[in-house]
């Protein structure tokens, strides 16, 4: 028994081992990060709390985050191409602790607006520079890559998790202190960067060099069609991905008025257990089978546990339903950065990121205020079946696409037989 459980815990284990050393460190940044950015989602109760705006102001004000992130996705990838994603890592974080310190003294809400929109400029600059850094890591291994992007996850993940432990405990201080700390961190972690980095002179991607595209890479400034399908279902997962922090909420509130806030604690929970204990072994063992239909089946599931919140008369029901979305976030988020980043020109690897990061990002705009209309008029039970027909619609694009990508290849190999 003893021996079966520690091969077990061997083969689990050794889900998060073989990266190389240096991608553990951009691993490690993503991390602290991603719990200081945490403080974004408490910044509407320092606002109305102690900056004594009302709800409307505040809202105007934290939507400018969604636009800063949009600009900075895509900003951040175009300028890794060109400064090497080294030293936009570095950039953005000093920028990101600037940021942070000014929050200590502005309180005009134009100015906090234009604060929000550089907070989620530098943090989104940040996540694509990383992400393509720690990949870079990797070399050309792409089973490597694909566990390096779950492990990020998880990681960031994590930050966000005890960010929220952190905030329950701080937030009766002063919000002041907790800018100061969060900007002192994340100076530390550009010090950290700069003393760590190894990039001599960018190893994956050398300006000198001549790169050749195949397959689904085109020349010029097109972008191929597999990048514009993972694209095209990243805008519509994000949909469904962002109504989890607003109407998502408000159903459960309206579904289980006796549970209160701890309905939404509890699923938050599960959630964030599952991604951190099962993403990196779950999408490591299915990437033996195909990307893009997993892609698929992965917004299929987030799609479907949505709809099965129309059946959640009971609370058992709901965490099914929580369950299932998440399968299909961990399968989802993985695979279709992976398939942007691996379907991009050897020397435009962050323009394929930065603009997976832009679209996905201008869903956080979108969502919000799309959902809560359908929310609002046509009550959940629509919403949560729109939510449905999308991740439906995504995984029959990737069906087809990959049909004709089958086909394409076998009508190319009859023709070459012919010569």
């Known amino acids: ?30 991390f602290i990060e991603s719990i200081f950015i945490g403080i974004y989602y408490f910044l509407p109760i320092y606002f109305i709390q102690e900056l004594k705006f009302n709800l409307i102001s505040a809202g105007f004000i934290i939507s400018f985050y969604g636009f800063g992130t949009i600009a900075g996705g895509f900003i951040g990838g175009k300028l890794s191409d060109i400064f090497t994603s080294t030293k936009i890592c570095i950039f953005s974080l000093l920028l990101q602790a600037i940021v942070f310190l000014l929050l200590v003294k502005i309180k005009s809400s134009y100015l906090l607006s234009l604060e929000m929109l550089l907070m989620g400029f530098f943090s989104y600059t940040f996540l694509t520079a990383n992400h393509l850094w720690v990949l870079e890591k990797c070399g050309s291994d792409q089973k490597q890559k694909l566990r390096a992007l779950n492990i990020l996850n998880v990681a960031s993940n994590m930050g966000l998790a005890i960010s929220a432990i952190i905030m329950g405990f701080l937030v009766g201080y002063h919000f002041q202190i907790i800018f100061i700390v969060g900007s002192i961190f994340i100076f530390l972690s550009a010090i950290y960067f700069a003393i760590i980095q190894e990039d001599k002179i960018n190893t994956s991607r050398t300006k000198n060099m001549k790169f050749t595209t195949k397959g689904n890479n085109l020349h010029g400034n097109n972008i191929p069609i597999i990048i514009l399908l993972a694209l095209l279902c990243s805008f519509l997962m994000g949909f469904i991905i962002f109504q989890t922090n607003t109407t998502y909420s408000q159903y459960l509130q309206d579904t289980f008025p006796n549970f209160g806030l701890q309905a939404l604690s509890i699923l938050f929970t599960i ?18 089978f195909n990307n893009i239909l997993l892609m698929g089946m992965g917004a299929f599931f987030i799609g479907v546990g949505m709809v099965v919140l129309n059946f959640s008369h009971l609370f058992w029901i709901t965490i099914l339903s929580c369950i299932i979305y998440t399968v299909g976030e961990m399968l989802f988020c993985s695979l279709s950065q992976l398939i942007c980043y691996q379907a991009g020109e050897a020397n435009k690897k962050g323009k394929a990121m930065g603009l997976y990061r832009a679209v996905y990002a201008s869903s956080r705009v979108i969502a919000p205020s799309l959902g809560s209309l359908i929310y609002q ?21 990737c069906i087809i696409y990959q049909k004709i990508s089958v086909n394409s290849s076998k009508c190319l190999t009859v023709t070459s037989t012919k010569f």
Do not use: R
Not at 16 to 29: D, N, S
């Open 271 to 288: 959630n964030c257990l599952m991604v951190v204990f099962l993403q990196t072994p779950l999408v490591g063992w299915l990437a033996k």
């Open 377 to 397: 008029v046509w009550g959940g039970n629509i919403l949560w079946y729109f939510c449905g027909t999308l991740g439906s619609i995504c995984f029959i694009i």
């Open 1 to 30: 028994m003893n021996t079966y459980v520690l091969q077990i815990t061997k083969t689990y284990w050794a889900n998060y081992t073989g990266l190389q050393k240096l991608a553990w460190h951009g691993i490690f940044l993503s």
